[in-house]
């Protein structure tokens, strides 16, 4: 009770979310920050022989549901610094337009951040960071293009995560949380006609995958 006269104290006197939708907001913001800080430190890395040029940036939702996974840069890519730009990006918009699925739950990475000759030559280390990565969007399923990159994501020390094989369209389970699906590299897919159909063939699967999501 209070007396008469005297203000109730409030609800919520910390400051903390109240709503569903505050705590949504919450989590953004320190992805947001997160996602931040993570490129500046890839920006300021010293392991890998990339000389003047910047590392090719993760883009999309700093929560998405759908995290895609490529091994390394093509050249629209590295000019612009941002994965999948150029052609690459444009297929891919035309694909998720096609199955229904929203662009703003989609973030796409690298597994070769730096825009390197040889992939190869890139740090361990700096390889190994897609985890830091991974821990910060916390998507609900993975899609790995390419047996180059399923062969980084299965080297990757991601607690509680299963190997992953290269079968194309089946949806597997890669840590509790986590789904995967495996797809040919979009790159190899836009200009030989086999090649797209073949991609299409196995991402399609993540239409299905988006429908049956719970909408909540």
Known sequence: MH?????????????????????????????IRELNAFTRELQSCPHCPRGQLMPVLGSGHPQADIFLIKHSARPAEVE?????????????????????????????????????????????ACV???????????????????????SVVNDLDVPLSQQLTAEPALVQHYTPSIEALYVPNIDGALDEEAAKRE??????????????????
């Open 3 to 31: 007396s008469q006269g005297q203000a109730p104290e409030p609800s919520n006197p910390r400051g903390m979310p109240a709503t569903d939708d505050e705590i949504r907001e919450k989590y953004l913001e320190r992805a």
């Open 80 to 124: 612009e610094g941002v994965a999948f730009y150029g052609r690459t990006g444009n297929a891919l918009m035309k694909s998720l337009k096609r199955l229904g699925i929203d662009p703003l739950a989609v973030y796409g990475t690298l597994c070769v951040k730096c825009p390197l000759l040889d992939p190869a030559m890139a740090d361990p």
């Open 128 to 150: 190994g960071r897609l985890v830091e990565e991974l821990a910060i969007v916390q998507p609900k399923i993975i899609i790995v293009m390419g047996e180059e990159a399923l």
């Open 199 to 216: 991609f299409w063939a196995a991402f399609k699967v993540l239409g299905q995958w988006w429908s049956d999501l719970p909408p909540y």
